[in-house]
């Protein structure tokens, strides 16, 4: 299974960015996928994840509003729109994907997931 994060990159104050993670070596419409992110110092933490079919999404309070993450099962791809960015969003930004079964309930808690892609670095300057 292999988990390819991309689209990271430095931005300003209140600028945009959108990740992507192309899946490949899973039955990717039968896992609920996450987005996690990891700042210098600090445990890795959850920002957003969407169910197996896409009619469900989750969010981190300090994300709700400003990110949107969605979906295509058509391509193996899961996306994170992120928008009004802050300098404390700035950090290294990982996809996951967890079964679904366990998706429903752990879709927060980095321990449940299963499998992990390489992480994309996102930095925003004041």
């Known amino acids: 299974v292999q988990l390819q994060a991309s689209g990271g990159g430095s931005v300003q104050a209140g600028g945009s960015l959108r990740l992507a993670c192309a899946a490949e070596g899973l039955t990717f419409s039968t896992y609920t996928m996450g987005w996690f992110r990891q700042a210098p110092g600090k445990e890795r933490e959850f920002v957003s994840a969407?169910?197996?079919?896409?009619?469900?999404?989750y969010y981190a309070d300090s994300v709700k509003g400003r990110f949107t993450i969605s979906r295509a099962n058509s391509l193996n791809t899961v996306y994170l729109q992120m928008n009004s960015l802050k300098p404390e969003d700035t950090a290294v930004y990982y996809c996951?994907?967890?079964?679904?079964?366990?998706?429903?309930?752990?879709?927060?808690?980095?321990?449940?997931?299963?499998?992990w892609g390489q992480g994309t670095q996102v930095t925003v300057s004041s």
């Open positions: 969407i169910n197996y079919s896409g009619d469900t999404t």
């Open positions: 996951a994907a967890i079964t679904a079964m366990y998706g429903r309930t752990w879709y927060h808690s980095k321990d449940k997931y299963r499998y």
